[in-house]
């Protein structure tokens, strides 16, 4: 069964503002992943946190795990154009090694 | 040339057809998965395999079966094809560690 679920958003934002969207998932986990597909394509890899910690960042985004509410947060800030995309969580599972993934976010960003 | 190749890139097929997808990575890992798209549900694994020898089923295998050829190629195959099997499939390769899977640029198939 999946783990990963992101909350059941479709993001419409101007660009230069900041993107928020959360997952929530059921079982202990040694990691969460988060990918981004563009229209169509394969999924890239964004950002990893493993879960003894709590906040991470890569350039502009920003990754928050919650280990005790089961739930992560990814932020974009200063959101382009080229960020419009679906945004997946995934998670492994404590001792499950292969990933579940969510439903995905669509985000939107308007020039 | 692309790190995970998918081919075909686009399938229409006729219910009952075998059909089979096939992906090759050059990343030199051991593991390698096949995923399924299908919109509003998100990626559901079908198949994966830790090595050459070890092949595993994943949520939703019912209705496939897969062929690990080398450490660098995992075929995925439909038997009889059926209309629900229309959707955007995906094979995917990662460390050991499965960390920042790589994916390839998908199979769409259509099943009429």
């Known amino acids: 069964s999946q783990q990963g679920e992101e909350d059941p958003q479709a993001l419409s934002i101007q660009e230069g503002e900041n993107a928020t969207m959360n997952c929530s998932y059921k079982?202990?986990?040694?990691?969460l992943q988060w990918y981004r597909q563009n229209s169509g394509r394969g999924l890239v890899h964004l950002i990893l946190i493993r879960s003894n910690e709590r906040e991470k960042h890569s350039g502009r985004l920003r990754v928050t795990l919650d280990t005790s509410k089961k739930s992560s947060s990814l932020l974009i800030t200063a959101s382009r154009a080229a960020d419009t995309a679906s945004y997946f969580c995934?998670?492994?599972?404590?001792?499950?090694?292969?990933?579940?993934f969510g439903k995905g976010n669509q985000v939107v960003v308007i020039p | 040339d692309a790190d995970v190749t998918q081919t075909p890139r686009n399938r229409i097929t006729k219910t009952g057809k075998r059909i089979m997808l096939e992906c090759s990575q050059t990343k030199g890992h051991d593991r390698m998965y096949w995923y399924r798209q299908d919109p509003g549900l998100g990626l559901r694994l079908i198949y994966y395999s830790f090595d050459v020898k070890d092949i595993n089923k994943g949520e939703i295998s019912d209705g496939y079966s897969v062929s690990r050829q080398a450490q660098a190629k995992f075929s995925l195959s439909l038997e009889s094809a059926i209309p629900n099997q229309t959707a955007l499939y995906f094979c995917a390769t990662s460390d050991s560690q499965g960390i920042g899977y790589t994916f390839g640029s998908g199979t769409r198939l259509t099943v009429v």
């Open positions: 995934a998670t492994d599972g404590h001792g499950n090694n292969r990933l579940a």
């Open positions: 079982t202990s986990i040694n990691n």
